[in-house]
C-alpha cells in the first residue's frame, strides 16, 4: 500500500492547479488605464498587468513560461514554441501559455497557429489585451485588414495608451 501511494506520487505532482484568479483586478486595471493621464501612467499599469498575467500557476508551469520567453527573446522560435506546448498541455487553463506560444508563432510567422492560440487566451481572459492586440497584428500578417481594425479598436478601447493605436486608420467614410 505504501509503495502504491509513493508510486502515485509523481503523476500526483504532474497535475497544474488551478490558475490564480485576477480577474477583478484585471478590471481594476482596465478600468484605470481608461482614466490614465498619459502614457507614464499606463506604462506603470500596463506593468501590473503583465506581471499578472505571467503569474503561472506554480513552479513547473514558471520554468516552462520563463524558459519559453526567454527562448523567444533570443530568437530560438521553433524552442520557444516546443517549450510553451508543453506548457499549455500541463496548464490547458492558463491564458499566457497560449499568449506566448501565439508570440513566437508570430515571430517566425506561422499566422495561422499564432491566431489559434490568440482566441483560446481570449477564451480563458477576455480582457487580455496583449491577446487582443497581438490577434490585431496577426489578424494585419494574414492580411485581414477589416478585422484587424476592429480588433485593434477594442484593444485601444482597453488600454487608450496602447502603443499599436498607431496602427489604427480613420474608418473610411463614403457618400451614400
Not at 502515485?8 to 492547479?17: H, K, M, S
Not at 506554480?58 to 521553433?78: P, V
Not at 506560444?101 to 510567422?109: E, N, T
Request: proline letters at 5%.
Amino acid at each position: 500500500m505504501i509503495a502504491l501511494c509513493f508510486s502515485a506520487a509523481p503523476a500526483l505532482a504532474q497535475v497544474c492547479p488551478p490558475v490564480t484568479d485576477h480577474s477583478a483586478r484585471f478590471d481594476e486595471i482596465v478600468t484605470a488605464l481608461g482614466e490614465a493621464r498619459g502614457e507614464g501612467d499606463a506604462r506603470v499599469l500596463t506593468q501590473e498587468l503583465w506581471s499578472l498575467w505571467t503569474d503561472a500557476p506554480d513552479a513547473t508551469a514558471q520554468a516552462l513560461l520563463d524558459e519559453g520567453m526567454q527562448r523567444r527573446s533570443n530568437y530560438d522560435f521553433l524552442g520557444a514554441r516546443n517549450v510553451l506546448t508543453r506548457l499549455v498541455e500541463y496548464c490547458p487553463d492558463y491564458a499566457e501559455g497560449y499568449n506566448q506560444r501565439a508570440f513566437a508563432s508570430f515571430l517566425g510567422q506561422d499566422y495561422e497557429s499564432a491566431l489559434a492560440d490568440l482566441d483560446r487566451a481570449l477564451e480563458i481572459t477576455p480582457n487580455h489585451i496583449a491577446a487582443l492586440s497581438g490577434k490585431a497584428l496577426t489578424l494585419m500578417g494574414l492580411g485581414r485588414n477589416e478585422e484587424a481594425q476592429v480588433t485593434l479598436r477594442a484593444a485601444v478601447e482597453m488600454n487608450p495608451w496602447l502603443q499599436e493605436r498607431s496602427l489604427l486608420q480613420e474608418p473610411i467614410e463614403t457618400d451614400l
